[in-house]
Nanobody, 121 residues
Framework: QVQLVESGGGSVQAGGSLRLSCAAS????????MAWFRQAPGKEREGVAV??????AYADSVKGRFTISQDNAKNTLYLQMDSLKPEDTAMYYC????????????????WGQGTQVTVSS
């Protein structure tokens, strides 16, 4: 079992920045692929960024603007979001799984409760 708790969401104007955090506990060594997903109202949950070891992958919509990182000593995952746009508005979820660098929702077994990000124009 893995427990995930997100924080850092909030409201920001377009062009601004936010940093999300996800504190992980439990069997993180067996579920060592960590990712961020987001879900806007009326839309499917989509993968945003994933990290495995020193490797990362991003959705095209956030490349160059978002940066995923992790602090293994603190068991914490981060998502630095810069140049935010109104279309980035969504609930953001942290997830843990085993499929390397996957951004498919079905490949993740553990999820946090989500943190809301709202970007105004």
């Amino acid at each position: 079992q893995v427990q995930l708790v997100e924080s850092g969401g909030g409201s920001v104007q377009a062009g601004g920045s936010l940093r999300l955090s996800c504190a992980a506990s439990g069997d993180t060594s067996s579920n060592d692929v960590m990712a961020w997903f987001r879900q806007a109202p009326g839309k499917e949950r989509e993968g945003v960024a994933v990290v495995y070891s020193d490797y990362t992958a991003y959705a095209d919509s956030v490349k160059g603007r978002f940066t995923i990182s992790q602090d293994n000593a603190k068991n914490t995952l981060y998502l630095q979001m810069d140049s935010l746009k109104p279309e980035d508005t969504a609930m953001y979820y942290c997830a843990a799984g085993r499929v390397r660098l996957s951004l498919h929702r079905s490949h993740y077994n553990y999820w946090g409760q989500g943190t809301q990000v709202t970007v105004s124009s």
